[in-house]
């Protein structure tokens, strides 16, 4: 069976969906929804096959011409396409954030009902090929029982956008949701403990500043130090840079026990590196009994590896989604309550960096 698929939403995002969609066995893209003319007319042009094309979302979802839909809007809409999507109980994966706020993403929650068609939410950095490696070794038990966990990204700057949507906190989230809250849900899901408590030191100090939007400066961070106390007395730290394009590694994930360090070292896309080149990912073990490392290079295949700018995530999450829908399980791996999760303590972090306090999950 054919699965048919929806965009709603068609600029940078929603053009690395359909790559990787066309690459995908039993899924097709019949439809796309757009307010924006060329963005629209753009991707309809990558799609393998016959697609119709909406000005906008309700209209797609009125010519019933999909079995799944991908939301790929700017952040600030998801609540309201959600809404809609819910009524049309079909398979929804929803890029991450899920919403701009705790408050829309717990509306979401509560809408949702027994028998409602299952939202999975595009996180998918879980599905990086040297992060999985990763989760493998740790729920192997290689190093031990983990009690701390950092993510260093050091990348380039946020793209240009349609109507520069991701230039303000009041359509993202913040840095700290809109980009961050990968690696909040990274860091919940690999140490299987909710976080308590956040302190965030962070900044807008070198991307943007010289634009300017009907007279307004952009007001997005583009560097951080964030540091999360989990139930468990696990610890995890993000160390963020928005302004390192040319740096080897764009991610450094690292988990650390009494028995050894794992890393994960994911490049970034190859247009942003020092080749222009695709870089090949890998995994560390550094042994802290034996003082042994262990390095093992991660192959991608090369034409995932260009469908997108994640490093083959997009590639492997849409696998997964498919598989869901194509087995009729209800559970999506990456649920409405992760997405919540991870909204809240991205919220926790953008509240804790403008007031200089620790903050509470309970509290917010």
């Given at each position: 069976?054919?699965?048919?698929?929806?965009?709603?939403?068609?600029?940078?995002?929603?053009?690395?969906?359909?790559?990787?969609?066309?690459?995908?066995?039993?899924?097709?893209?019949?439809?796309?929804?757009?307010?924006?003319?060329?963005?629209?007319?753009?991707?309809?042009?990558?799609?393998?096959?016959?697609?119709?094309?909406?000005?906008n979302h309700r209209d797609l979802l009125s010519a019933d011409l999909c079995d799944a839909y991908v939301v790929v809007a700017p952040n600030d809409t998801h609540h309201k396409i959600l809404i809609d999507l819910l009524d049309a109980n079909k398979p929804v994966l929803?890029?991450?954030?899920?919403?701009?706020?705790?408050?829309?993403?717990?509306?979401?929650?509560?809408?949702?009902?027994?028998?409602?068609?299952?939202?999975?939410?595009?996180?998918?950095?879980?599905?990086?090929?040297?992060?999985q490696r990763l989760i493998h070794e740790v729920q192997a038990g290689t190093a031990g029982p983990a009690r701390m966990m950092s993510i260093r990204e050091h990348r380039f700057p946020f793209l240009p956008k349609i109507g520069v949507w991701n230039r303000f906190n009041e359509r993202t989230g913040g840095t700290l949701v809109e980009k961050c809250c990968h690696f909040w849900d990274l860091m919940r899901l690999v140490l299987n403990s909710d976080p308590v408590r956040v302190y965030a030191s962070?900044?807008?100090?070198?991307?943007?500043?010289?634009?300017?939007?009907?007279?307004?400066?952009?007001?997005?961070?583009?560097?951080?130090?964030?540091?999360?106390?989990?139930?468990?007395?696990?610890?995890?730290?993000?160390d963020l840079c928005m302004f390192a394009e040319g740096?080897?590694?764009?991610?450094?994930?690292?988990?650390?026990?009494?028995?050894?360090?794992?890393?994960?070292?994911?490049?970034?896309?190859?247009?942003?590196?020092?080749?222009?080149?695709?870089q090949m990912s890998k995994l560390v073990i550094s042994d802290r009994v034996s003082k042994l490392e262990q390095v093992e290079p991660v192959e991608v295949d090369e034409t995932i590896l260009q469908a997108g700018d994640h490093h083959g995530s997009s590639y492997f999450q849409h696998v997964k989604f498919r598989d869901m829908i194509r087995d009729g399980r209800s559970e999506p791996e990456v649920s409405v309550e992760d997405g919540l999760w991870s909204v809240r303590v991205g919220e926790a972090a953008e509240l804790s960096a403008k007031t200089g306090r620790a903050i509470a999950l309970d509290d917010v």
């Open positions: 069976m054919t699965i048919r698929y929806g965009l709603i939403g068609s600029g940078m995002m929603g053009q690395e969906h359909i790559r990787n969609l066309n690459l995908l066995e039993a899924a097709q893209v019949v439809a796309i929804a757009d307010p924006d003319d060329g963005m629209r007319n753009l991707s309809a042009e990558l799609v393998d096959g016959p697609v119709t094309t909406f000005s929803c890029e991450k954030p899920l919403c701009t706020t705790a408050q829309d993403c717990r509306d979401i929650l509560t809408r949702m009902t027994e028998g409602s068609a299952p939202v999975w939410v595009a996180m998918e950095y879980r599905y990086m090929p040297p992060v962070a900044s807008a100090d070198v991307n943007h500043q010289q634009e300017r939007y009907d007279g307004r400066v952009p007001d997005i961070i583009d560097n951080a130090f964030v540091t999360i106390d989990f139930e468990s007395g696990q610890r995890g730290m993000l740096s080897k590694w764009q991610e450094v994930i690292s988990v650390t026990g009494p028995k050894a360090r794992v890393d994960a070292c994911v490049p970034g896309p190859a247009r942003f590196s020092r080749d222009g080149k695709e």
